[in-house]
């Protein structure tokens, strides 16, 4: 089994450019992903009022193939791609695949034991209850 591999035929500058991305995402978003090509899959996460909602694509990919784990603030996607292959010589190839794991952490606590997945068209939904936000109340003392 091997692991993905990205093939671009851009140039050197977008390699230099994608790394010293990498470099800030590390030091300032705790493993968020930066735009362009250096992270697979690709994530977006939406805050909506009550939950927060993660699309992600995977191509190829078969539902049996891809795990989803939350805790109240990590989600984690793993998973593999195969691709279908044609008798014949491969004279070009961009498609990925091999195994792939995304995990980092989410910028509000979630209910984890109420997160529900869906696959369809090769998109994975993922969409995870927020926790109630902490309300502050006054407590009435008692003598004795």
Known sequence: MKDIVRRN???????????????FADAFFRNWPVGGQSSYPQVDLFNTEGSLVALVNLPGA???DVEVTTNNDTLTITGEVKLQS????????ERTAGNFYRSFKLPVPIKADQVEASFKSGV????MPKIDELKSRTIKIKEG
């Open 9 to 23: 035929s851009g140039n050197e500058m977008d390699r230099i450019r994608s790394g010293i991305d990498q470099v």
């Open 124 to 127: 994975l939904k993922i969409e």
């Open 62 to 64: 078969e539902i049996t």
């Open 86 to 93: 044609i008798e014949g010589d491969l004279l070009w190839q």
